[in-house]
């Protein structure tokens, strides 16, 4: 039997290459969807993009195979069945043609963020509707680990969202950002003591067109405002339309019942 500071020894090179991997993949996986979105802008479609990305992918899928179908220790794999190879061909189907061709085509449409911001909620969603987590309970790290990439994300890349609540609203200077940021953090811990549920987007930004009110009204841009409240009314019916809609399709496939 082997000592455990030899199997602990074998499995951290294991580890590495393993955690190497995963962050150059989680990396191309994201630059996927900007690349798309560069090639759209020259008038590629989505069936000729998933042809390219299928011929690229091809040797590498032949490399599998074969490096699976090669005997080990003189024995060889098992032979696939007629219900496994339908399998395979039903979830090479679904699982990459079908999905690759939805994400593609839905990269017409939305953002590259939004599309990643998707993706990376893949495997939640498979270990919830696979029945595999009985509860939803998001553990503290959890949190933490989210805070820390939205307020690096923000840092980085938000300076689009920071223009806009700092110079398109009311041209916020650091006593505004004071008190707006003040009375934000005030109602928001309110409404999570009382448990009800607001947006902290729609809290600090209402925040600034009320302190920039209250000192000159006519120097708030009222059109930008009013554009703002728009899309806060349109979002509410339209994401209960998406949500009632994807439920009728998990009900549809899984027979989930109410």
């Known amino acids: 039997m082997p000592a455990k500071g030899s199997v602990a020894a074998s499995a951290s090179p294991a580890l590495a290459t393993g955690l190497t991997l995963a962050v150059v993949g989680a990396i191309a996986f994201s630059a996927k969807a900007i690349i798309v979105k560069l090639a759209y802008r020259h008038g590629v479609d989505a069936i000729t993009l998933i042809m390219l990305r299928m011929l690229f992918a091809l040797p590498f899928f032949l490399a599998i195979a074969w490096w699976t179908s090669r005997p080990r220790g003189g024995v060889a794999p098992v032979a696939l069945s007629r219900a496994d190879k339908l399998g395979v061909l039903g979830l090479g189907f679904t699982g990459y043609y079908l999905a690759s061709f939805l994400d593609f085509a839905g990269l017409a449409y939305i953002s590259a963020?939004?599309?990643r911001l998707i993706l990376y909620l893949n495997p939640t969603l498979v270990l919830l509707l696979g029945g595999f987590i009985?509860?939803?309970?998001?553990?503290?790290?959890?949190?933490l680990a989210c805070a820390t990439a939205i307020t690096l994300g923000v840092l980085s890349g938000g300076w689009r969202i920071v223009r806009t609540l700092g110079f398109a609203i009311y041209r916020v200077r650091p006593v505004h950002a004071l008190g707006s940021q003040l009375t934000s953090a005030i109602v928001i811990m309110g409404a999570s003591a009382v448990?009800?549920?607001?947006?902290?987007t729609h809290v600090v930004a209402t925040s600034i067109m009320g302190i920039g009110a209250s000192e000159r009204p006519r120097a708030v841009r009222w059109s930008k405002a009013r554009d703002i409240a728009t899309t806060w009314v349109v979002t509410i019916p339209g994401s209960a339309l998406v949500s009632i809609q994807a439920y009728a399709l998990v009900n549809l496939f899984m027979g989930v019942k109410p």
């Open 113 to 115: 963020s939004l599309e």
């Open 134 to 143: 009985p509860t939803f309970e998001v553990p503290f790290w959890v949190m």
């Open 195 to 200: 448990g009800a549920p607001v947006s902290t």
